[in-house]
Structure formats: C-alpha cells, structure tokens
C-alpha cells in the first residue's frame, strides 16, 4: 500500500508542533478526537509512514507549521476510560472501545508556517478538505500534490 497523507488539526494552547517535539523519542499519542470520521481515519486509514501536516487551530494565524508521521496502527484511546480526563466517555469500554488514537512522530518545524490565507491563494490547493466551506474536521485526507505544495511553502529550497 502506498504511502497517504494526513493534515491533523491541533489548538497550540492544548498541544503544540513544539509539545510534539520535546516529547520523549518526539512521539506522542494523537488522543481525544472525538469526532467518529476523524477516529475511522485513525482506526481504519492511517498507517505506519503515513506523512502528517500539524496545522494549528484557533489562533492567529491558523498555519500548517510543521512535518510529522504516523508512528502506530490505530488503537483504543484509553482517555475515554479515564473519568478524571477531559475526553472521557462513559459509552466506550475496553471491550468495546469507541475512541481510537494513532501515535505521531515529530520530523520537523516548518520555518515558514504555511497559514490559511497563503493555501486559500495557493494555486493546487483550492480543493484542499481544509479550504472547503463548512469543513470543521480535526484530520483530513490529503492528496500528494496538496502535500508537495505546503512542504515547499514550509521549508523554500534555497536559489543560486
């Protein structure tokens, strides 16, 4: 199977591309997505190598600031069996687990965020899930064009 590519939404203030990087090993649980097209993403389509844009949310700018991987298969998400925690969900068992996770690996920062308004003015990416109305979801597909373009926006080859 080929590799994919994945944009993971993620709100700086709860968990930052520079969180993700000073993590032991610079791998983290990518835990409480509670939204079920975002888990099937995790659960059913990510795999192992997969390439991840960490764009941050709800803040100013809102960018594509970094490079990371898929660095596990999908798993329970054990934060929905903790009542303490803030993603709990007192429907989902270890039996039967409704939240899944994937664990995501830091590979880079990126220079220079690629923000919303730079991919809405992109040529190649005005199909992107991100730019399309009405479209809220915390992980989207990405077509390999799509990922190509924001990594040289993120990190531009020097010219001679």
Wanted: with cysteine.
């Amino acid at each position: 199977m080929s590799r994919r590519y994945w944009l993971m939404k993620t709100e700086p203030g709860e968990f930052s591309i520079d969180d993700l990087a000073s993590r032991p090993g610079q791998i983290e649980p990518w835990d409480g997505v509670r939204n079920y097209q975002a888990r099937n993403f995790m659960r059913d389509d990510m795999r192992i190598g997969d390439g991840v844009l960490i764009y941050h949310s709800r803040v100013e700018p809102m960018a594509v600031v970094g490079i990371a991987e898929v660095a596990s298969e999908g798993y329970p998400d054990d934060t929905a069996w903790n009542p303490d925690c803030k993603h709990y969900d007192p429907k989902s068992t270890q039996e039967q687990p409704r939240w899944f996770l994937v664990d995501v690996r830091f590979i880079a920062k990126f220079p220079h965020p690629v923000t919303l308004r730079t991919i809405r003015h992109t040529p190649g990416l005005e199909n992107m899930m991100l730019v399309q109305k009405g479209s809220r979801l915390s992980i989207q597909p990405l077509r390999r064009t799509e990922w190509d373009i924001i990594i040289k926006l993120g990190i531009p080859r020097k010219t001679e």
